[in-house]
């Protein structure tokens, strides 16, 4: 049987809840340093280049750390991988943004549908980590 994935993203159902939580715990944390290093960018720039910096920095972070623990992998992530991760961070971009963009106009109206949209992105970024960025190559 040739194995396309990682074991670890082929795992159980019971692995694949404890991937997702670290998935989780490993998002809130990158937030938060994506916050600092908004912060720290936007002294010396401008917001739209501070935020531009702090979203490629924290994915390549990101991407490393549930390469390694979330999805099991070993040794370097690769450049493709990289690269598939920042496809699924322009992703969730989009999806947050059509989901804002199509609210009622309202403050409340534009936070809800960032509040759920963000979740939506958030899963289809796990799944698409899990079963495309992290993938093994056909042999």
Do not use: C
Request: net charge positive.
């Amino acid at each position: 049987m040739t194995t396309f994935a990682p074991r670890a993203a082929l795992a159980p159902t019971g692995e694949m809840q404890r991937q997702f939580v670290r998935f989780i715990v490993i998002g809130v944390a990158n937030t938060g340093l994506s916050l600092a290093f908004y912060l720290l960018f936007r002294v010396v720039t401008t917001a739209t280049v501070a935020n531009l910096a702090a979203t490629v920095l924290t994915t390549v972070i990101g991407t490393i750390l549930n390469g390694r623990l979330t999805f099991g992998v070993r040794g370097l992530i690769s450049v493709s991988q990289h690269a598939k991760s920042m496809a699924v961070t322009v992703l969730g971009f989009v999806i947050t943004t059509v989901a804002v963009n199509m609210a009622d106009g309202s403050a409340m109206g534009e936070m809800a549908a960032l509040i759920v949209s963000s979740g939506v992105a958030g899963a289809v970024r796990f799944i698409l980590m899990r079963y495309w960025v992290f993938t093994a190559p056909a042999r």
